[in-house]
């Protein structure tokens, strides 16, 4: 007799609920958008989007806070991308938001846009009337991302409360929102880095070459490796050296630390995290390396 194996993968059942997830978005919002960066937690989600809504195009538009100081090995796998499947691409640009007054720039050695990104985002939900946005935070990053969820609602200011959160039982989700309001979408909740990658190699995804291991300019400040660049300000007590990096995760340079790797296949890079007791942020961001307090309160602020 013929034996059918009729069980479910983790990758299928988290697959599954992140493309119920966009469909019901897809329905019940009138200007959803994705945040998609070209890293590959929303390279994931376009793939989603991809597998969602085929054979029909992906009926929302990309958006990329571009902080002007990325990777451009991102920024070029973000346009071919977005070109490639024929997908409108919103970019919403800190250095406009400085010269229009709407921020003011930090200075000195650790000045970095990211912080900045809050207002530029606001303003571009606003000026183009999302009311829903998709992003790629998942819920392993670190514990106030573990304390949102699904929908997370955000009021007129772009505000989150989590003592204020809607439930969502039995992955039924409260859309109701007044106009001026808008709800983030975290289709990836429920998925580690680890599964990440493993979706990354079952489906083949093309990303961007940073996130393999390469010989780089870098220098440390503490405990990071950050890169030789232009816009990243260093102290003469930071000396310049090679290594061989690569990065866990991408965002503004002056912010995002490289890890020593010779990780230079999915495998090998898969390999790696399985052992790895650092989360990406943790190892990676500066910015996320104050405590969780602070980090709610950015959340709070309307920082994705």
């Known amino acids: 007799m013929l034996q059918r194996d009729y069980t479910t993968s983790q990758l299928d059942v988290l ?4 493309i119920h997830i966009m469909r ?5 919002f009138e200007r959803p958008c994705l945040l998609f960066s070209g890293g590959k937690d929303s390279i994931v989600m376009l793939r989603i989007a991809e597998k969602a809504f085929w054979p029909a195009p992906i009926p929302f538009p990309l958006m990329h806070v571009d902080t002007g ?11 071919r991308r977005s070109t490639e499947l024929g997908a409108r691409l919103v970019v919403a640009s800190v250095q406009l938001s400085i010269d229009q007054g709407r921020v003011v720039e930090e200075t000195g050695r650790r000045a970095s846009r990211n912080r900045l990104q809050t207002t530029t985002l606001l303003d571009a939900i606003e000026e183009h009337e999302f009311d829903a946005v998709f992003g790629g935070a998942r819920r392993d990053e670190e514990k106030a991302r573990a304390k949102e969820r699904v929908f997370s609602f955000r009021d007129d200011f772009g505000q989150w409360d989590p003592k204020n959160q809607r439930p969502e039982l039995w992955n039924l989700y409260n859309a109701r929102i007044r106009k001026g309001e808008h709800i983030r979408v975290f289709p990836l909740s429920n998925w580690t880095e680890l599964d990440i990658w ?10 961007p070459s940073i996130y393999f291991a390469h010989t780089r300019k870098v220098f440390e400040r503490d405990g ?3 890169p030789d660049s232009d816009v990243v300000q260093r102290g003469d007590d930071e000396p310049l050296f090679e290594a061989e990096v690569r990065y866990r995760t991408v965002g503004d ?37 104050s405590s969780e307090a602070a980090m709610e309160d950015r959340k709070r602020e309307g920082y994705f």
């Open 198 to 207: 493993d979706y990354i190699r079952r489906e083949g995804i093309e990303i």
């Open 24 to 28: 019901e978005v897809a329905a019940e």
């Open 69 to 79: 100081h990325n990777f451009d090995e991102v920024i070029e796998f973000r346009d």
């Open 224 to 226: 990071m490796l950050l």
């Open 253 to 289: 340079m002056t912010c995002t630390g490289a890890v020593q790797s010779t990780a230079a296949t999915v495998e090998e890079i898969i390999e790696e995290i399985a052992v790895t007791r650092i989360t990406e942020r943790g190892a990676t961001r500066a910015d996320d390396r």
């Open 15 to 18: 697959e599954a609920e992140a």
